[in-house]
Nanobody, 124 residues
Framework: QVELVESGGGSVQAGGSLRLSCAAS????????MAWFRQAPGKEREGVAN???????YYADSAKGRFTISKDNAKNTLYLQINSLKPEDTAMYYC??????????????????WGQGTQVTVSS
């Protein structure tokens, strides 16, 4: 059974940085598209970025410039580096995997496996 476990969230001041990690229980990052989503209080879950098996990346408009998605296949781990954090980045951040080497549309119903999330809180 595939399991995704996020870590690295926390409370930071605006302008700070965080690196989120998502540890996969198997070889998922090598063979499947992986992604980060986030959900702010009272809002729908939205896609942030994804990365395919070849390392190709895609970013939502809201994530371009400050977010960087990467992975370490040897460690079965997905990362999300967030710089220049803003209060509007406050959300629960989830990693997800799609059963495809190519990345589908970055929406929740195209990804089959989800982690429990890690909370990011940014204060002004």
């Amino acid at each position: 059974q595939v399991e995704l476990v996020e870590s690295g969230g926390g409370s930071v001041q605006a302008g700070g940085s965080l690196r989120l990690s998502c540890a996969a229980s198997s070889y998922i990052p090598q063979h499947y598209c992986m992604a980060w989503f986030r959900q702010a209080p009272g809002k729908e879950r939205e896609g942030v970025a994804n990365i395919d098996t070849a390392g190709g990346t895609y970013y939502a408009d809201s994530a371009k410039g400050r977010f960087t998605i990467s992975k370490d296949n040897a460690k079965n781990t997905l990362y999300l580096q967030i710089n220049s954090l803003k209060p509007e980045d406050t959300a629960m951040y989830y990693c997800a995997a799609a059963y495809s080497g190519y990345c589908p549309l970055l929406v929740t119903n195209t990804f089959a496996v989800w982690g429990q999330g890690t909370q990011v809180t940014v204060s002004s």
